[in-house]
């Protein structure tokens, strides 16, 4: 995509390398030209920055000779031409060497950009046990004599608490640690982050070892997670010395605890991996998380750089989930079905204990949601050792009801073990229409709500009859649209599937035929999950459905997009569009992204009222509309600024076609 608003700094996106080039020990030469062929290669692929591994420059397990003047000096001289290198290459990067300051010798990183040399950050942590001696040679970051070294004609800021502020790529701000750094008690990196740094560095020297990618690749994320930022992680590779131990070139890049990237190991030639970190994302993150602005922050200095622009080049380097609420992998998939099911049922069989009723009312359609509230009201009796016919599930047939969902809620019923009613709702809502004077011919909002409002006056006043309560069937994607009949639908006692986006409803109900269910329980199930999403309120025409939600109101799989990037990131209308282009580019066009982009923005803020009204209902995941949890928005809100960035975006349709 062309275009400012599709810039990778707009979009929040900057475009990192984690490297592990191809090195021989002492030969520094060598190494700097390998180095800087790797800067040239991450620049092509639109890179601002590329992390190389710990004193990459000269070798990590060079021993004794740190201590020769011609190691060193010849490290500094390849020092200043990788930084002259960034100007000619348009890259900055970050590489490792060891550096003499006033007597004492230091393991350092080096930021270079802008042709010169913009700060050095030495190893604040040196092990000494097992296989490593790092106290032989190099000297404690807390020993720092100084915290400004002459390197070439500069003065350049040095010590363990700087942080780098990126002018290019709006919250972008660099903070960089070394190896073991990340392996103690407090890592300097969450000081770093508390101090305003978003993308973390790590160049590392760690050996391999049984057992040690895993654990360091858990380290990588989880630290990642701790500090609300990205972490780059660049280990040397097998061309270090194998006197005694063996080095894999591991190259990680996680955010938030996902991990983006993770290169092939045992590699001797220079390879490197590389995604798009969000710093938007991150900084979304640390707004919503108060315990981190709650830290009291450190003392960092600060220093004010320029990186070049990423380039994303039409592709984007990370993860794009289609189905954020639905994991890809099938067994990762089964176990969050698994523990949402536990989450709902477990909050139905709490509120069963506390309130003593041991019976309760709902509505079955033949539809996905109700299926899915009915398996869990069945799960929440078995866990409190209550008979299934305290379960008084009612099908109330009107105008809309095909023979197939008709005939699938009642055998699903019947399979299940519960207590069944028939209760047809046309006469009782044609009496309503001739009271309220309304022609039953004219199939508009009243004839369709009606009917709604009369079902839950049915399950209300049974619910009182046996002194139950009415579970609630709609799901989270109908909340955010305002897809439910206020004071209809939209009503309930409990409300099970008020955190369930209608993407897992489908794979809950799945899953259930799979894993907890069989028979003709399991064969009810996949017959329901064929069965189009409709509210089977209009009349059919020969047996045919006439009224199919995603017709009318658009895809759920993109409304559950948006819905996801608008609430849980907090991402602009501009970016959702952009990410949406990539996840769904063989699904749907820019234009039809941008009809249901806005169909969603109108409705998510025209129905807030709807919400603000909503019973109580256990959350399950990372995004949930309940006012007394995690979103309070006013029901007179605008959507003013949401519907201009549409409107400017569609402006820009000739741009969005070119792409």
């Known amino acids: 995509m062309t275009g400012s608003l599709f810039s990778a700094p707009a979009l929040g996106f900057v475009r990192v390398a984690a490297v592990a080039p191809e090195l021989r020990v002492a030969d520094v030469d060598f190494n700097q030209r390998a180095i800087r062929t790797a800067m040239e290669q991450a620049r092509e692929r639109g890179c601002a920055l590329a ?59 080096a930021l270079l950009g802008e042709g010169r040399v913009l700060g050095i950050v030495p190893k604040t942590y040196l092990p000494n046990y097992a296989e490593f001696y790092e106290q032989r ?121 996902q991990l983006l990237a993770e290169s092939q190991r045992f590699v001797f030639e220079t390879h490197m991996v590389i995604a798009d970190v969000d710093v938007q994302k991150i900084a979304h993150e640390r707004a919503l998380n108060v315990s981190f602005a709650q830290a009291a922050p450190p003392r960092v ?65 033949g539809g996905l949601d109700s299926t899915l509230a009915l398996l869990v009201t069945a799960r929440a009796f078995d866990m409190l050792n209550l008979p299934r016919e305290g379960i008084l599930a009612v099908t109330m047939p009107g105008f809309g009801t095909t023979e197939r969902t008709y005939h699938n809620a009642l055998a699903l019923m019947r399979a299940l073990g519960v207590s069944v009613r028939e209760i047809p709702i046309r006469n009782a809502v044609l009496q309503h229409f001739a009271d309220i004077g309304h022609d039953p011919n004219v199939h508009d909002v009243t004839f369709e709500n009606a009917q709604a409002r009369e079902r839950t006056q049915i399950l209300m006043d049974l619910a009182n009859q046996i002194g139950g309560l009415v579970i609630g069937t709609g799901d989270l994607s109908e909340l955010a649209l305002g897809w439910a009949t206020y004071n209809g639908d939209h009503m309930s006692m409990y409300h099970v599937n008020a955190g369930v986006p209608k993407t897992l409803v489908r794979y809950l109900v799945e899953w259930s035929a799979d894993e907890v269910f069989s ?37 759920y799989v993109l409304h559950d997009f948006f819905l996801f990037q608008h609430v849980r990131n907090g991402f602009p209308p501009h970016k959702v569009f952009f990410l949406a282009r990539h996840a769904f580019a063989d699904e749907f066009d820019a234009e039809t992204i941008l009809k ?33 949890g995690d979103w309070r928005m006013p029901s007179d809100a605008h959507a003013t600024l949401w519907r201009t960035a549409l409107e400017t975006l569609k402006a820009q349709a000739h741009l969005v076609a070119a792409s």
């Open 51 to 109: 992390l190389f591994p710990e004193l990459c420059l000269t070798g990590y397990t060079c021993g004794d000779l740190f201590r020769q003047f011609a190691l060193l000096n010849a490290a500094q001289e390849a020092l200043l031409l990788l930084a002259e290198a960034t100007r000619e290459l348009d890259i900055a990067a970050v590489v490792g060497l060891p550096l003499a300051v006033e007597g004492r010798l230091f393991n350092c990183a």
């Open 137 to 257: 040679h190099f000297t404690s970051a807390l020993r720092a004599p100084t915290d400004c070294v002459r390197v070439g004609d500069l003065d350049v800021p040095f010590g363990n608490a700087l942080i780098f502020r990126d002018a290019t790529h709006p919250g972008c701000v660099l903070g960089i640690e070394i190896c073991e750094d990340l392996w103690v008690v407090e890592p300097p990196s969450g000081r770093l982050a508390l101090g305003g740094a978003t993308v973390l560095l790590n160049l590392s020297a760690s050996p391999a070892k049984l057992g040690q990618a895993a654990y360091r690749r858990d380290l990588v994320r989880q630290q990642s997670a701790r500090c609300l930022a990205a972490y780059v992680y660049s280990g040397a590779g097998p061309g270090e010395s194998s006197s005694d131990l063996v080095f894999d070139g591991h190259a990680l890049i996680a955010e938030n605890g």
């Open 301 to 365: 200095t600060s220093i004010e750089i320029r990186l070049p622009e990423s380039k994303l080049h039409g592709a984007l380097l990370r993860p794009v989930p289609a189905r954020p609420f639905v994991p890809s992998d099938p067994a990762a998939r089964a176990q969050h079905c698994r523990e949402v099911f536990a989450i709902q049922s477990t909050g139905l069989a709490r509120r069963l204990r506390h309130t003593g009723v041991q019976r309760v009312t709902l509505g079955i359609s």
């Open 519 to 555: 028979g003709e329980t399991a064969r009810v199930l996949r017959d329901i999950l064929a069965t189009p999403i409709t509210p089977e309120l209009l009349p059919p025409k020969d047996n045919q459905l006439q009224q199919k939600t995603e017709e009318v109101i658009g895809p």
């Open 596 to 628: 249901w982009l806005g169909v969603f923005y109108e409705r998510f803020f025209s129905q807030q009222f709807k919400r603000n009204a909503m019973p109580d209902g256990p959350k399950v995941g990372s995004v949930a509309l309940s006012p007394r």
